[in-house]
């Protein structure tokens, strides 16, 4: 719980129907803690808008019991995860003490891919997994196409499938829960400290919690966050006064 990093992730080898009938490839938004590695929270969605990350953002936060300390939030810096900053406040002015919970958001740099280094080497296996989501809809492809990938800076030819599924039926489908229970209560290898140590994320989440203070967030106070999602606009008002 010192850094928990955010950002998205564009599928590589799929393509579904977006809201407009065209075929585009959906993304996962994610909410990964670097210490324990644990994924907290991860949903299927079309982009990366304000109202898509204060939704996730509003279900990390219910998501479990957050520790009393400074916690540094650290989201990419795509338009919508900037909007962060108005909940992040707002949170803080509601739950934060001295010596107890405080968030800090702490944006990645720009151009700074080693900001989100840890999130970033996971997206991999997000992109393994996309051949099971193919296998559990194999009756729904409707074709293929060509597609291209960059590994290093070796651009490779890939096949792209074109599934016949909303994003709704994605997500109904349970599969990336499935890819986060995995995860989490699977043991891996990762790098700390210049050394490669092996732990299930889950455990290593649950051990650190079970001796620190805690805070639980109002459901009615998170839920209220919604309204940060919706872009500003100017409103013209008329020579009658009306807008």
Not at 13 to 38: H, L
Not at 114 to 140: A, T, Y
Not at 216 to 233: E, L, S, T, V, W
Request: charged share 30%.
């Amino acid at each position: 719980f010192d850094l928990v990093q955010v950002d998205g992730c564009k599928f590589q080898y799929i393509k579904i129907r977006d809201e407009n009938s065209k075929w585009s490839k959906p993304q996962v938004i994610e909410f990964y803690d670097t210490g324990s590695r644990y994924m907290f929270v991860l949903e299927f969605y079309f982009s990366e808008t304000s109202k898509n990350a204060l939704h996730l953002f509003s279900r990390f936060l219910l998501d479990v019991p957050f520790p009393k300390k400074r916690i540094r939030l650290r989201p990419d810096r795509a338009k919508g995860f900037l909007n962060l900053k108005r909940p992040i406040h707002e949170l803080n002015i509601k739950y934060s003490l001295p010596d107890g919970f405080y968030m800090e958001p702490d944006f990645t740099g720009t151009r700074s891919p080693k900001h989100k280094v840890h999130l970033e080497s996971s997206h991999r296996s997000l992109h393994h997994f996309e051949i099971r989501i193919i296998k559990q809809f194999e009756d729904k492809i409707v074709g293929t196409e060509p597609g291209w990938v960059f590994k290093g800076n070796k651009k490779e030819p890939i096949v792209v499938t074109c599934l016949e599924v909303s994003l709704e039926q994605l997500r109904h489908s349970r599969m990336l829960e499935l890819y986060r229970r995995e995860h989490n209560d699977s043991a891996h290898r990762f790098s700390e400290g210049g050394k490669t140590l092996k732990w299930v994320p889950s455990e290593k989440l649950t051990a650190y919690l079970s001796d620190q203070q805690t805070v639980q967030f109002d459901p009615d106070h998170i839920n209220a966050f919604i309204r940060y999602g919706f872009d500003k606009r100017k409103a013209l008002v008329s020579t009658q006064k009306t807008i």
